[in-house]
């Protein structure tokens, strides 16, 4: 399972890498003439054949009733693998492959819900609605369009340097443990085998993470709020909820101290990157393939970091703990 996450992981890279997508613009009035993806929804809606509620039971059913069956499918296919792996995690006892993999599943269920309701507001030529398609943000990651905006490397090498360093005091990080045996998913590991393997991992969940999250706080809710309040104000309460809502991996932390310094250091913090992140939104004309890669690189990086700097004790080693 690890090789063929690090093949996919290299594919995606190898087709972002490769090309340079152009990104979708969303209508930012509601005088333009209609898109060729919001006239595309309108056709499709307009044949449905069941209710997209039932993508509430399973990732890729709303889509294939919403008749875009290509990411329907692709959806579940990933639905059925995060499943398999959740299984599996529990069955074997293992708390940190367990947590991955139901945050995964956890994701393509959101990603799943919200992009039916963001179908329906491009057909109905809502603004600020995202037109971006799955596979658009599936690469996103690897878009040289969107890595090579200043904003978007700079923004990120200062966010990952203030994120680690918001981390280690919310954690009180000790000295760093490079060069120690490397421990995942519970078991000591070689340093060329458990390298990669975190990598592909991280890159694979934050895959997950990144589009759902992109999609239900950017695509549904800061649109929403700046067709109702205005953009500065989707802006602004967007990035307010968006760190609220981090709040809830203080669940994951078991220390009462730990936990208290994370509520007070760590999602102020992510308020502060739901505002930049937010930003590059609303500047980028609402693509959602902009905060994707966005947040994807952030948490990648961050987690990249962390494991570095203690190998034995990150997300994926032993400790169920989410720090950012």
Request: charged share 20%; glycine share 10%; with cysteine.
């Amino acid at each position: 399972m690890i090789d063929a996450r690090i093949a996919l992981v290299a594919s995606l890279a190898a087709v972002g890498l490769g090309c340079a997508s152009p990104l979708a613009r969303a209508r930012l009035n509601a005088a333009e003439a209609p898109s060729a993806r919001e006239e595309e929804a309108r056709v499709r809606l307009a044949k449905v054949k069941c209710s997209r509620q039932l993508a509430w039971l399973f990732p890729g059913l709303g889509q294939i009733c919403q008749n875009k069956p290509d990411e329907g499918a692709a959806l579940a296919a990933v639905g059925f693998a995060d499943t398999s792996v959740l299984v599996g995690g529990i069955a074997t006892a293992q708390k940190s492959a367990t947590l991955v993999s139901a945050v995964a599943l956890q994701d393509a269920w959101v990603y799943g819900i919200a992009d039916t309701v963001l179908e329906e507001e491009r057909a109905q030529r809502l603004r600020f609605v995202p037109q971006d398609t799955l596979g658009e943000l599936a690469i996103a990651p690897v878009n040289r369009r969107i890595l090579s905006k200043p904003e978007v490397f700079l923004g990120l090498l200062a966010g990952v340097a203030a994120g680690f360093g918001a981390s280690a005091l919310a954690r009180e990080v000790g000295r760093p443990h490079f060069g120690d045996t490397p421990r995942i998913f519970g078991a000591d590991a070689r340093p060329g085998l458990a390298y990669p393997a975190a990598g592909a991992t991280f890159a694979t969940t934050f895959e997950h993470v990144a589009i759902a999250e992109e999609a239900a706080f950017r695509g549904l809710l800061q649109s929403g709020l700046a067709r109702s309040c205005g953009e500065s104000c989707g802006w602004a309460v967007g990035s307010y909820i968006f760190g609220g809502f981090h709040a809830t991996n203080a669940l994951f932390i078991d220390d009462p101290d730990q936990r208290k310094r994370y509520l007070a250091i760590g999602v102020p913090y992510l308020v502060l990157v739901g505002q930049y992140i937010g930003g590059i939104y609303w500047k980028s004309g609402y693509s959602l393939a902009t905060a994707v890669a966005m947040h994807f690189w952030y948490d990648f990086l961050l987690s990249v970091v962390d494991f570095m700097y203690e190998p034995r004790d990150s997300m994926i080693s032993a400790k169920i703990a989410l720090p950012f």
